[in-house]
């Protein structure tokens, strides 16, 4: 009973002061709940880099799509990344300063390393690694962090047809995790209060 009384003193003194928190019960007998504790953290985790997250965009509405938009304030205030938008001009003028030595250096790299199923035209491959360069050039400067990893193609086959699939998605590219990772996104949504649907 007095240990019942503490947990609640505890607890409406952390709900007092904002924290979000979370109680893992452990019963005499019984295993740890280790997956729990695990997934938590990793949530929290994940809550904390974002924190301190700041990340550049390019332009705005990547390729005109509605699922690219993002309102700034509130991404910031809900979540914590820092959004900085800079021009395409940026981007241009960027490309126009960089070293041809590192270029064709990473051109080097790119044809000595890479497995490419057909002929690559070298000048898709040159503006490539120049876009690629100034975006560096532009991270380096403004200490953001490194940008999304590219992904892999990934053909999904839906129980329903693509069509009536797409009236319920904003966008048309879906990240796919490997694993069952729900429960991590779970505390991670409760963590930042987002409701989970």
């Not at 997934?39 to 005109?64: C, E, H, N, P, W």
């Not at 241009?92 to 990473?106: G, M």
Request: charged share 30%.
């Amino acid at each position: 009973m007095q240990q019942t009384r503490l947990r609640e003193k505890v607890r409406t003194a952390a709900e007092e002061l904002g924290y979000n928190f979370r109680f893992v019960y452990n019963m005499i007998g019984h295993d740890m709940p280790m997956k729990e504790i695990h997934d938590f953290l990793t949530a929290a985790s994940a809550i904390k880099q974002l924190r301190k997250m700041r990340v550049g965009t390019m332009g705005y509405r990547d390729m005109l799509l509605y699922g690219t938009q993002f309102e700034g304030f509130s991404l910031r205030r809900d979540i914590g990344v820092e959004v900085e938008p800079y021009e395409m001009l940026e981007m241009v003028r960027a490309i126009d300063t960089l070293d041809p030595a590192v270029i064709a250096e990473e051109i080097e790299y790119i044809q000595k390393n890479w497995v490419m199923d057909a002929p690559c035209d070298p000048k898709i491959l040159e503006q490539g690694v120049r876009y690629a360069l100034a975006i560096g050039k532009k991270i380096e400067e403004r200490g953001w962090d490194d940008p999304a990893p590219q992904l892999v193609s990934l053909e999904v086959e839906t129980d329903t047809p693509v069509s009536e699939l797409a009236q319920k998605i904003a966008c048309q590219h879906v990240i796919v995790a490997y694993g069952d990772h729900r429960p991590v996104f779970e505390e991670f949504a409760k963590l930042l209060n987002i409701p989970v649907i």
